[in-house]
Nanobody, 117 residues
């Protein structure tokens, strides 16, 4: 079992930056895929960025070139660096991981990001 705790959300002006952090309660060395989702009011939860244990990354088209995903297995941490923020980035952001046997999904509680115009 893994507990995920997020931090770093808040209010920022358009064009600004934020770094979201996700702390895991145990080793994430054996977890292949970790990722970030977001959900804006009235919209479905969408995948924002993915990172594998080998460092392969993927990004939603809407954030390519602006967001960076990273993980530090030694510290049991995952990060989402968000630059050049836009009002349309406003959402609740969630960190997510899948257990080694692919049977369990782990979710953080979510952190609010609000970008003012």
């Amino acid at each position: 079992q893994v507990q995920l705790v997020e931090s770093g959300g808040g209010l920022v002006q358009a064009g600004g930056s934020l770094r979201l952090s996700c702390a895991a309660s145990r080793s994430i060395f054996s977890i292949n895929v970790m990722d970030w989702y977001r959900q804006a009011p009235g919209k479905q939860r969408e995948l924002v960025a993915v990172i594998t244990s080998s460092g392969v990354t993927h990004f939603a088209n809407s954030v390519k070139g602006r967001f960076t995903i990273s993980r530090d297995n030694a510290k049991n941490m995952m990060y989402l660096q968000m630059n050049s923020l836009k009002p349309e980035d406003t959402a609740v952001y969630y960190c997510h991981a899948v257990s080694e046997d692919s049977l369990t999904n782990y979710w953080g509680q979510g952190t609010q990001v609000t970008v003012s115009s």
